[in-house]
């Protein structure tokens, strides 16, 4: 039910603008404010907040259905999670209320700071600092990458409070947009994603209250990196949601486009292509599944399950699956999925994203050698 929910709504009031946000590279206020109206901008938050409740599998869909017609829309409950969730792991009592209602209620996004211009794969290499003074932390720095930066109203910030500890130095805070010291750089000029913003978060001198430390000093990497377990699954749904847009509409092209007298579609050529691709595809849905139902055993206080392992696996798996699908659904349309008069081409591109982001496929394969299961 959930599913044909979104599918619904995804294909009547998001679908019809993906193309448009694509090309103009804008953000997609159709697709946040049929999210908004329908609850499901950020489904994770738990009901005690004021949220939907959705368990992990529940967001996952959520995300895939949305991805399969707009990747840069579908970034919007996924960065929501992804912001939100060091708060929902590792925020006290009064940091949840204080942050997961207004979330929850829509007044205002979420999104994570942990990449620097010389901190990507290696983030506990950063250099933004947060010195304490008094009842403050005085934040310095700069955030590079950061999806939907300046339309959100809240910044998860990891920063260095203690330099000689290297990961076990860094703290995580919420930073608001509005808190004096906070400015965005242009939005990034992208092959993907484009109606998705990524820029740059400048703190000068950013002074906030004490309090919105995240849990104890020193815990922000760990948290970083316990968040990225989670939400590395919504990468995951991401990329099917990509893959599936892209089959789906590949596998309708075949049938209607005629060459040599018949459906291209009636050559054992393209068959096979088409079944590799639905194969493949299903081979990523189940593991990803897996992977989100130990992320919500895990949330309920369950043993670990190997979630780290299964988190960068079904990231890892997902993304090179929906590159594969979306490049062939381009072959299967011929010069006619080369170009921007039809949608693979931008789901192709879209679908690029899924293997860099939440840490590169290089990284998921270090992650998961070091958590074999
Ligand atoms: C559109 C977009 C949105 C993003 N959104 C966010 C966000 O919201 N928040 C956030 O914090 N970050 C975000 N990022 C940052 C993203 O997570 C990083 O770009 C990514 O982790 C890679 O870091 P890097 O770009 O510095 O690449 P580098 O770390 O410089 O890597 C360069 C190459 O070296 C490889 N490499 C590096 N180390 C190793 C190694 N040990 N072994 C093998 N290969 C290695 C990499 O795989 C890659 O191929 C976003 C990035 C993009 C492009």
């Not at 159709?30 to 599998?57: C, I, M, R």
């Not at 930073?175 to 939005?187: I, M, N, T």
């Not at 079944?275 to 081979?283: F, I, P, Q, Y």
């Amino acid at each position: 039910m959930l599913r044909d929910a979104v599918r619904a709504l995804s294909e009547a009031k998001i679908a019809p603008f993906a193309a448009e946000v694509d090309e103009e590279a804008r953000f997609p206020q159709e697709a946040l404010d049929a999210l908004v109206a329908a609850d499901l901008h950020a489904v994770h938050v738990p009901e005690e907040y004021g949220g939907a409740g959705a368990d992990a599998l529940a967001t996952v869909i959520v995300i895939e259905e949305v991805a399969r017609v707009c990747a840069s829309s579908s970034l919007i409950p996924a960065v929501n999670k992804l912001g939100s969730l060091p708060v929902v792991l590792s925020g006290g009592e009064d940091l949840k209320k204080k942050y997961l209602g207004p979330l929850a209620k829509g007044d205002g996004m979420f999104s994570y700071c942990l990449s620097e211009p010389d901190a990507g794969s290696d983030a506990g290499g950063m250099k933004t600092k947060a010195v304490r003074d008094g009842d403050s932390y005085v934040l310095n720095g700069v955030k590079r990458w950061i999806t939907n930066a300046g339309v959100s109203e809240y910044y998860t910030v990891m920063a260095v409070t203690d330099p000689d500890l290297r990961t076990k130095g860094i703290s995580a805070f919420v930073v608001e947009k509005g808190d004096e010291g906070v400015s965005f750089g242009a939005p990034e000029k992208k092959l993907g994603i484009k109606g998705s913003p990524t820029r740059e978060v400048y703190l000068d001198n950013v002074r906030i209250p004490a309090d919105r430390l995240i849990g104890a000093e020193g815990t922000g990497f760990a948290t970083a990196m316990k968040t990225l377990d989670h939400t590395r699954i919504t990468i995951a749904a991401q990329a099917l949601g990509i893959a599936q847009g892209a089959l789906d509409y590949a596998s309708g092209y075949v049938k209607e486009r005629k060459q040599f007298g018949k459906p291209v579609a009636d050559f054992q050529g393209v068959q096979f292509m088409l079944a590799d691709m639905a194969m493949k595809l299903e081979a990523a849905r189940q593991l990803t599944y897996s992977a989100a139902a130990r992320s919500q055993r895990v949330s309920d206080g369950g043993d670990k399950e190997h979630l780290t392992f299964f988190g960068a696996a079904a990231k890892c798996f997902a993304s090179d699956v929906a590159m594969e699908i979306t490049t062939d659904a381009v072959q299967l349309l011929g010069g006619y999925g080369y170009t921007r008069d039809y949608p693979v081409e931008r789901m192709m591109r879209d679908a690029k994203i899924t293997q860099i982001y939440e840490g590169t496929n290089q990284i998921q394969r270090i992650v998961m050698a070091r958590n074999l299961p």
